[in-house]
């Protein structure tokens, strides 16, 4: 796996030369990363939340927000290994404050694990700390990172990345769940940047938009547009609610009820929404529950976009308490989690969630699930999934169901469900997906699905 996370061609053409953005283009989107990374590490706000709120953010050209995402989830992404490398170049311990210790964090991330020129990571560096008025730290921040362009590389070859990079309640988790080469190769998977899935509304014009976007079809109708292909709200059929943005992994739940068309579908923890809109194009009507109004604002926003709305009723309620007035023949409960299988994408995961937060979430799923499952119909369908890589959150919670539920029964994923993911289905018929799954299109995020049936 190469060390270095490439921006865009026109990045590295534009952004880095020096010659068709001025340096105070280039210093006022360094300003802007500066400040997401505070927000993360500091203020401990989700990067995605950052980036939404952000004015400064969204004043930038596209192509500067680009690199800006760019250059702040690799930091994240590498933050372990970065740390280590400013402890090994630093002559003797000096004080750092948190924008001091991210404008370093910064430099490297760009001189070694991004395509910018070693003299442009160091510069706008040494310019950063100017503008933060930090000038007697300017010589400091110049003299490491120009240390870091000399032997950085070389102290690179001798790092443990998938230890260094993972927080280490985490990694012992994983180690104890899947064993210490599994779990490392999970760590590993990580430091990759996600592909970029996309599911199609109508499933007739699949191959059209494989065509037009050069796209792969992946497991069963995902299509993974190459990267490059610029900002997702620009690309044709977006604004005219052709397709959304879903990664392959978390389009395989809503597919394993098979034919949907004209049925109720309850839909829990429903926000954004992706699951919900594949319901809907199936011909569902899908209630979709989940206790946040404000995401529940943008789900029914893209639903209107993929003009889904009239398939779709909407309600802000808490899923482990609602009682419905009739039960449901369908379920998919896509359960609150540590969302540690999509670090890929949200590298932000690996400084915000904690060992306390898995704890309080275990909770919160087992209470939902035993709702979820009270609501379903005798011989009906429950589909119960998490984005998370722990046990705990998975496999651990459909055991503890089935001890409580004698009428609980399996319904075994099968391999033609899903097309060639073998490698993903348990002795038990669940589906435990892993990073590193798919590795030769470009992996996939971590999830746990199973299908549940109430006996009749």
Not at 30 to 41: A, I, S, Y
Not at 142 to 164: C, F, H, K, P, S
Not at 370 to 390: R, V, W
Request: overall charge negative; glycine content about 6%.
């Amino acid at each position: 796996m190469s060390n270095s996370t490439p921006a865009s061609p026109e990045i590295n053409k534009n952004h880095e030369d020096g010659k068709s953005l001025s340096i105070v283009q280039m210093l006022a989107a360094r300003k802007v990363c500066l400040k997401l990374l505070d927000h993360v590490l500091v203020q401990k706000q989700a990067l995605d939340h950052a980036l939404e709120r952000d004015q400064s953010f969204k004043a930038l050209s596209t192509r500067d927000r680009a690199f800006c995402r760019m250059l702040v989830a690799t930091t994240l992404r590498r933050l372990g290994q970065i740390d280590d490398l400013i402890g090994k170049a630093e002559k003797r311990q000096t004080p750092k404050n948190p924008t001091l210790e991210n404008i370093l964090r910064m430099g490297i991330a760009q001189i070694l694990f991004m395509d910018v020129p070693d003299h442009a990571a160091v510069d706008t560096s040494v310019r950063l700390a100017d503008a933060a008025e930090m000038d007697k730290q300017k010589g400091f921040v110049n003299g490491l990172l120009r240390t870091i362009t000399r032997v950085g590389r070389e102290w690179l070859t001798r790092q443990d990345e998938a230890r260094l990079n993972t927080p280490e309640w985490l990694l012992k988790i994983w180690i104890e769940d899947y064993g210490l080469r599994t779990a490392a190769n999970i760590a590993k998977a990580n430091l990759a940047e996600a592909s970029l899935d996309i599911t199609i509304k109508d499933e007739k014009d699949r191959n059209y938009w494989a065509s037009l976007f050069k796209a792969t079809e992946v497991c069963i109708g995902s299509l993974r547009i190459p990267s490059g292909s610029g900002a997702i709200h620009e690309m044709q059929g977006f604004d005219d609610g052709a397709w959304w943005v879903q990664d392959v992994s978390a389009a395989i739940p809503a597919r394993l009820f098979g034919d949907i068309k004209g049925q109720r579908v309850l839909d829990l923890c429903a926000a954004p929404g992706g699951k919900t809109m594949q319901l809907a194009a199936q011909g569902a009507h899908v209630i979709a529950v989940d206790r946040s109004a404000q995401r529940l604002k943008r789900l029914e926003e893209n639903a209107a976009r993929l003009h889904l709305e009239d398939n779709i009723e909407i309600l802000a309620v808490d899923a482990s308490v609602w009682k419905p007035s009739e039960l449901f023949k369908y379920i998919l409960l896509d359960a609150p989690c540590t969302a540690t299988g999509t670090i890929r994408r949200h590298p932000d995961v690996l400084h915000l969630k904690t060992e306390r937060d898995l704890q309080r979430l275990i909770n919160v799923q087992a209470n939902i699930l035993e709702n979820a499952y009270n609501m379903l119909e005798l011989g009906g369908t429950l589909i119960y999934c998490t984005c998370s890589l722990q046990k705990s959150e998975g496999e651990e919670q459909i055991q503890t169901l089935f001890e409580n539920h004698e009428d609980a029964y399996k319904r075994p994923v099968l391999i033609e469900e899903i097309g060639s993911m073998d490698e993903a289905i348990t002795d038990f018929g669940d589906l435990r997906i892993l990073p590193y799954h798919m590795a030769a299109l470009g992996g996939m995020d971590g999830f746990f699905i199973s299908r549940i049936t109430k006996a009749e």
